[in-house]
């Protein structure tokens, strides 16, 4: 096996779609959790700190961060209806078709939901707030996504600090 090629990687963020100001604070926050300024990875590790990750307006940006919330509300009004034609509809088809506008719905809710289970990193509120006024759609999972770049796991040590 042939030893891989190590890179010494600065910590930090240089996303074209967001504000220097922004960028600077997401440095930061990013060097605080890795404890370093610099980490040494394999070449071949990804970099997604010139990434864009603005892409959306920020009203998108704010309806992403809510659509767990959103999701919630579109069971609640499957189950409602699902209830009301139960009891009203003595037609096996109206039932039917409740049912299978019931059945994604669920499926998307507990799809969501274990989604958040792979969110470690959490950004600072305040920083959340920009990033989604900027455009971010969900801060916490782009957060998670730029500390796992950088991360020195299994074997893979910080650099010196500069």
């Known amino acids: 096996m042939t030893p891989q090629i190590m890179v010494t990687r ?3 963020s240089h996303d074209p779609s967001l504000s220097d100001e922004t ?3 997401l440095t930061a926050e ?11 990875v394999p070449e ?5 700190s010139h990434d864009r990750h603005a892409t959306h307006t920020s009203m998108m940006a ?4 809510l659509r767990i919330f959103i999701a919630i509300v579109g069971f609640m009004l499957a189950m409602t209806a699902l209830i009301a034609v139960i009891a009203t509809s003595e037609s096996w088809a109206a039932v039917a078709l409740t049912t299978t506008l019931f059945l ?3 499926w998307v809710i507990a799809t969501l939901v274990l ?3 792979n969110e470690f990193e959490h ?3 305040e920083l959340a707030a920009i990033l989604t006024a900027e455009g971010v759609g969900d801060p916490d999972r782009t957060f998670t996504d730029l500390v796992h770049d950088f991360r020195p796991e299994s074997g893979m040590t910080a650099a010196a600090p500069s």
Do not use: K
């Not at 071949?44 to 997604?48: L, Q, R, V």
């Open 10 to 12: 600065s910590v930090e």
């Open 23 to 25: 960028n600077e604070m």
């Open 30 to 40: 990013l060097r605080a959790v890795i404890g370093s300024d610099s980490v040494q």
């Open 44 to 48: 071949s590790w990804p970099d997604h």
């Open 62 to 65: 704010s309806a992403i961060l």
């Open 104 to 106: 994604p719905t669920t």
């Open 115 to 117: 989604r958040t289970f």
């Open 123 to 125: 950004v600072d509120p």
